[in-house]
C-alpha cells in the first residue's frame, strides 16, 4: 500500500468558499426521515442523510436482560450501534469492536438523560441502530434515527434530540462533515442537542481547533440541529398527523 502524500489530499474548500460537494459551510447534507418502516419494532425510524442510511429500531419498556442490570427506580437504556460488513468501502468485520462499543455507549447515555426513565423502573429500552451505508456522521444519523423511533414506540421524553457534526476543513469550520472532509479535516466533533432547553447530551471531539473556532463551532452545530429538529418533526406528522407523538408530554 501506498502512504498517502500532500498531493493525493482533495481541494476541500475552493478559492470561492464552496465545499467538496458545492455545499457552503452552514449547509447540511439532504436529509430524508422516514418514521414507523419496521412492523416488529415498537418504533423505528430509517433515515437516508447524504450518502448514509441508517435504521432504528427501539424495543420497550420491557424486561431487562440480563436480569441483574435491572433497576428498581428507573427503566435502563440499552443501545446497539453496529455498521453492516457491506456499509463502508473496504467491508468491515462483522461484530462489536471498540469504536461500536463506544458509540453505542455515548448514545445510550444521551438517551438515559432525556427518557422520563423513572417512569418504567425495572424495565429496560433497547435501542437497535444498524447502519447500512456510511460516509460520516453514523453516529449523529443514529441518534437521530433512534430518536425518532424512540417517540414513534410512544416512549415519553424531554425532546427529541437532533444530532450532527461540526469540523474544520481547511482553516474553515463546517456543518455536517462527508467522508472525505472527515479523513482530510483537521476536527471532527459530532453533537447532540435538546432544542428546548439547548443542553449538549452529547459532545465529541477529535483533531485541534482554538477556543474561539470552537465557540463557533458549536453555535454552527446548534444551528443545524434545530433544522435537523424540524425534518424529525415533520417525520412523525407524516405518519401520525396531528397525533403526532409529542415529547415533553409524559404519556
Ligand atoms: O460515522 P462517524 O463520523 O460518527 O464516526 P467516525 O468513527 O468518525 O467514522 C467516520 C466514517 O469513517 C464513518 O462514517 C465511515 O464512513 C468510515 N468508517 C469506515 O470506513 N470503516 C470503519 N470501520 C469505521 C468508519
Known amino acids: 500500500m501506498g502512504s498517502i502524500g500532500a498531493k493525493d489530499v482533495p481541494v476541500l474548500i475552493t478559492a470561492d468558499g464552496r465545499r467538496i460537494d458545492g455545499r457552503k459551510a452552514d449547509e447540511l447534507r439532504p436529509l430524508a426521515i422516514t418514521a414507523g418502516p419496521l412492523k416488529q419494532a415498537d418504533g423505528s ?4 442523510w447524504g450518502a448514509n442510511k441508517v435504521m432504528a429500531a427501539v424495543y420497550g419498556p420491557r424486561e431487562v436482560h440480563p436480569r441483574h442490570l435491572q433497576q428498581n427506580n428507573k427503566a435502563i437504556v440499552q443501545c446497539r450501534y453496529n455498521m453492516a460488513a457491506f456499509s463502508v468501502d473496504e467491508r468491515k468485520r462483522p461484530g462489536l469492536d471498540r469504536r461500536s462499543q463506544e458509540i453505542s455507549k455515548v448514545i445510550a447515555e444521551a438517551f438515559e438523560s432525556v427518557i422520563f426513565v423513572e417512569e418504567y423502573p425495572r424495565t429496560s429500552i433497547d435501542v437497535y441502530i444498524e447502519v447500512l451505508q456510511a460516509n460520516a456522521g453514523t453516529r449523529c444519523a443514529g441518534l437521530v434515527a433512534a430518536s425518532v423511533a424512540l417517540a414513534d414506540a410512544g416512549i415519553p421524553m424531554v425532546d427529541l434530540v437532533p444530532a450532527v457534526a461540526v469540523g ?9 462533515l462527508k467522508k472525505e472532509e472527515d479523513n482530510y479535516g483537521s476536527a471532527d466533533l ?51 398527523g396531528a397525533d403526532a407523538p409529542s415529547p415533553g408530554v409524559a404519556a
Do not use: N, W
Not at 474544520?168 to 455536517?176: E, G, P, Q, R
Not at 459530532?190 to 470552537?214: I, K, W, Y
Not at 454552527?220 to 434545530?226: A, F
Open 168 to 176: 474544520k476543513v481547511a482553516d474553515s469550520i463546517v456543518l455536517d
Open 190 to 240: 459530532p453533537m447532540a442537542l435538546v432544542p428546548q432547553s439547548g443542553r449538549l447530551v452529547l459532545l465529541q471531539m477529535e483533531g485541534h481547533m482554538t477556543r474561539e473556532e470552537l465557540h463557533r463551532a458549536l453555535d454552527l452545530g446548534v444551528g443545524g440541529c434545530r433544522k435537523i429538529y424540524e425534518v424529525m418533526r415533520e417525520a412523525l406528522r407524516t405518519r401520525y
Open 45 to 48: 425510524a430509517f433515515v437516508e
